[in-house]
């Protein structure tokens, strides 16, 4: 049960094609592979997916504070102190997904030692998810024909669809176009990655008050802080916190502060153990909960399903799982399948899979 090492790869895989959204854009998934070793011989695995421009993150700078910061704080420990785990990569700032995937792999080693689910380890309210997926800046035609593409192929019917271009009738004009293509039974939200003021937003909002909006995810940024707030109490679905939420009081300060009234949790980033505090913050908070992507691959994927499947509040809701369906490839033995709209857990141990040797090989950057 003694963590006898921590590993850092880097890997690269690319995109068949690039996602592009106000915030940013991917052609690459450049992550960080970390395994957790105990002497047991047990191997936990996680992915890290850096985010430079959300979290300021980076492949090199996530392999380098693992390596040289975090790894010798917690080799020695037990798998089972994963609160002085989480405390001693609390005393160094920032770096969210270099600490989640430490984390993660750490559960998964848990979970493995024990010969037990993660899910549940962490509550095992159900085995799977529904899957939303999410379409990237694309003409109205093209983001209908994916929408159309993976309800057919996958079974999915709920879509965020990215938004925060100028004008906003650009991305009004495509949200109708999935509207009235996918028809009412179809679930759609939106995600603004921080790309309009909040009047752009309130004035898109009004554009799109017949389309049966579900939620609207950071549609202007939380450090405008009384334009965001004025926003939220003038629209009439639930405004999702995203990236400036990263920490459970961060979630307490944008929703008792009135500038967001629902939160997405991704495991990418506060891994198992803070994405449980920040779960049953918002179930005390009261706040629908959606499981967020952070462009992860199949393992990443996985972590999002194994956490959301734990718990009720989190299974509620379809989340954000499709996103590897985008890449090239991936590290898995066996690839990760979709069907009937739902990702579901697998009945091994920890995380349920495992890495390809071959293709780890192929992809790693680091020999
Ligand atoms: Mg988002």
């Known amino acids: 049960m003694k963590i006898t090492g921590v590993e850092a790869i880097p890997f690269a895989i690319p995109y068949r094609k690039p996602l592009t959204f106000a915030s940013g854009e991917v052609h690459v998934a450049e992550h960080v592979l970390v395994r957790v070793h105990t002497d047991d011989g047990v191997v936990g695995i996680a992915e890290a997916p850096p985010r430079p421009f959300t979290y300021g993150e980076t492949q090199d700078g996530v392999v380098a504070v693992i390596r040289k910061i975090f790894a010798p704080q917690v080799i020695g420990l037990n798998l089972w102190q994963r609160e002085v785990i989480h405390a001693r990569l609390g005393r160094t700032v920032g770096n969210p997904v270099a600490k989640a995937a430490i ?3 750490v559960w998964d080693a848990l979970g493995r030692t ?4 993660v899910t549940e380890l962490l509550g095992g309210y159900t085995d799977r998810m529904r899957v939303s997926h999410m379409l990237g800046f694309d003409e109205p035609a093209a983001m209908v024909a994916e929408a ?20 906003v009738e650009l991305d009004v004009a495509v949200v109708r176009a ?4 996918l028809g ?5 939200y939106i995600d603004g990655n921080r790309g309009w003021t909040a009047s752009e937003s309130a004035a898109a909002m009004k ?23 004025w926003l939220v109490s003038h629209i009439d679905v639930p405004f999702i916190a995203d990236e400036s939420v990263p920490t459970p009081a961060d979630v307490t300060r944008e929703v008792l502060g009135g500038s967001a009234t629902a939160i997405s949790i991704k495991t990418a980033r506060t891994g198992f153990t803070g994405s449980q505090r920040v779960h049953h913050l918002a179930e005390g908070l009261g706040l629908e909960v959606v499981m967020g992507n952070q462009i992860d691959s199949q393992l990443g994927s996985m972590c999002s399903v194994v956490f959301g499947a734990a718990y009720r509040l989190t299974s509620r809701r379809a989340g954000e799982l499709s996103n590897f369906l985008d890449m090239s490839d991936d590290l898995l033995t066996e690839p990760l399948e979709i069907c009937g709209g739902e990702l579901t857990i697998r009945p091994g141990a920890g995380l349920g899979v495992d890495l390809d040797p071959d293709k780890l090989a192929r992809y790693r950057q680091d020999i």
Do not use: Y
């Open 184 to 188: 009412e039974g179809a679930e759609l």
């Open 103 to 105: 984390d993660m792999a």
């Open 178 to 181: 999935l509207r009235e293509a």
């Open 207 to 229: 554009q799109m008050a017949d389309l049966n909006l579900l939620f609207a995810e950071e549609l202007c940024p939380a450090d405008d802080v009384l334009g965001r707030r």
């Open 114 to 117: 024990l010969d037990i689910q």
């Open 148 to 167: 159309e593409k993976m309800r057919d192929v996958h079974g999915i019917t709920t879509f965020k669809v990215k938004v925060g271009r100028r004008p």
